[in-house]
């Protein structure tokens, strides 16, 4: 979305938009349920979980690392990354909001 039309709309509503986005690829879901499940730094076995290109997957890292959602640190020549708490408590709490804020809808068509 073009910066001249962002402004036509609330903050969490551009918020939601950017958190959506930065969710919007099923290889990034991968990721974010592999180091999760991991609960620890992980350094190198992505490309092989997710069996995509090293180049694929760096694209992807480097995505949720501007979203915050995750957090490297380098050791040697390898780069360990691992969930961010304090930005993926951010998003639990807003996308559940956004999810609560209307209940029991009902059909209409």
Not at 45 to 65: I, Y
Not at 66 to 88: D, M, R
Request: proline content about 2%; aromatic content about 6%; some cysteine.
């Amino acid at each position: 979305m073009g910066a001249t039309k962002s402004d036509l709309f609330t903050k969490q509503q551009n918020d939601i938009a950017n958190m959506a986005k930065a969710l919007a690829h099923p290889a990034r879901i991968a990721i974010l349920q592999y180091l999760v499940k991991k609960n620890a730094c992980v350094c190198g076995d992505l490309v092989e979980e997710l069996g995509l290109a090293q180049a694929t997957t760096s694209q992807h890292l480097k995505e949720l690392k501007i979203a915050g959602l995750i957090q490297g640190t380098i050791e040697g020549a390898s780069v360990c990354y691992c969930i961010n708490p304090k930005v993926w408590n951010q998003y639990h709490k807003i996308l559940g909001t956004f999810f609560t804020e209307v209940q029991d809808i009902k059909s209409c068509c």
